[in-house]
């Protein structure tokens, strides 16, 4: 398999006040990720994963190390456009991300910094605002939309650049539940498109429906494995609290009852399926 992105012995430390020590958020990590590949990272809070997110298209460089997408070293400044472009990237907060007054102009905005035509950019822009349901608030203002609507019109604006990669970090984080629920919709879309994606989440039902999780504590990898590899370590997924998804919580009390669930049954989804054909 081709890896669009390759992490080799990352240390990011950010220098605080003068005469304070450096602190060290990331810290010998390793990974590679596969094209097309669909990746959780998932950890508590200052475990490095914001860190790590920024390393990766270069608005972050390593202090020792190297990352290379598709190939390119991001500290090579001749690429620095080629790496952004190739590796787009969502926040949490939507209202950070938009730029203009209108949702077309916020969606082009990308495209024209890549020097892309005029009418190329209108038919990015269509499809992209197509690709979230967005297309009809085209010449709305992004200010009085939705916090969902306008994560939406941020990623519009991400997929009209063409990005191999996206990579999100913690997007559903601001939103209520039907908010959530689209975005994760519309990354699954993308990535049966065939982009490349990084979910950083603390939903472990976000997570769940990664092929792939990759669990980052104090500044390091702590686990990397399947979702079901990865939700059948019960233990240590408590020691760096984290939660695992309702459905395998689920499961396994349904089990202590005597229903014999298998272990790779994971997702509410399979639970239900499941469930739906027990006799
Ligand atoms: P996460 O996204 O997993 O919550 P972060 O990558 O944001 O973690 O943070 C990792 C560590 O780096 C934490 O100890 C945090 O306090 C520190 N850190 C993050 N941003 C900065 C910054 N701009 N300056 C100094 N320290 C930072
Ligand atoms: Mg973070």
Redesign the pocket.
Known sequence: MESIIRIENLVFE?M?GEDESP?R?IDDVSLRFEKGSFTAII?R????????AKNLNGLLLPSSGAIYVKGWDTKDEDHIWDIRQSAGMVFQNPDNQLVSSIVEDDVAFGPENLGIEPDEIRRRVDKALASVNMGRYKKKAPHNLSGGQKQRIAIAGVVAMKPECIIFDEPTAMLDPKGRSEIMEIIKELHEDGITVILITHFMDEAVQADRIVI?DNSQVLLDGTPAEIFAQEETLREVNLEVPMAVALAERLRKRGIKIPEDIITSEGLVEFICQYK
């Not at 809070?45 to 790590?52: A, D």
Request: hydrophobic residues 30%; glycine residues 22%.
């Open positions: 950010y605080s602190v958020a950890g809070n200052g475990s490095g994963k914001s860190t790590l980052m």
